[in-house]
């Protein structure tokens, strides 16, 4: 066992585990930040994916080790002073979600994408979010909710409650 630490949701933390646990299974049972979900343990489904560094991550297979002096967020690290992030707010103002299993993944795919591309096609929405899936098929919506997030994100309206939908 060896000391690992990084930071968590803005916070540094430290574990003393195996090198090779995954990073999804530290972040769940020993932080207990259970919104990063386990889905396929393979890397295939995306319900696992954090930002590590503002990147996607798959961590159900992402060991320990390589989180080790790394920014890590998860989905509980978004919101801030009682505020969704407009991410948040646009999958549930949209409807995005129904069973929300794969929700936390999509979620955090979209902040990374929006960091890196302000305006996203709706070709560009599809890559980033392939492979993510989605159990109940709510694609339509989800891809609504990323195109609505970006306009929230544009407008500064987030944090105003100005209320916009996908046909704004």
Known sequence: MAVFRFTVNGEPREVDT??????????????????????????????CTVLMDGAPALSCITPVRAAAGRRITTIEGLARGG??????????EEGAMQCGY??????????????????????????????????CCGYPRIVAAVEFAARLRRS?????????????
């Open 102 to 135: 794969c929700t936390p993944g999509m979620v955090l795919r979209t902040v990374a994408l929006l960091e890196r591309t302000p305006s996203p096609t709706r070709a560009q929405i599809l890559e980033a979010l392939q492979g993510s899936l989605c159990r």
């Open 18 to 47: 195996f090198p090779d646990r995954p990073l999804l299974e530290v972040l769940r049972e020993d932080l207990n930040l259970t919104g990063t979900k386990f889905g396929c343990g393979e890397g295939q489904c995306r319900a």
């Open 83 to 92: 505020e969704l992030h407009p991410v948040q707010r646009a999958f549930a």
């Open 156 to 168: 500064g309206s987030a944090a105003s409650g100005e209320v916009l939908h996908a046909a704004d």
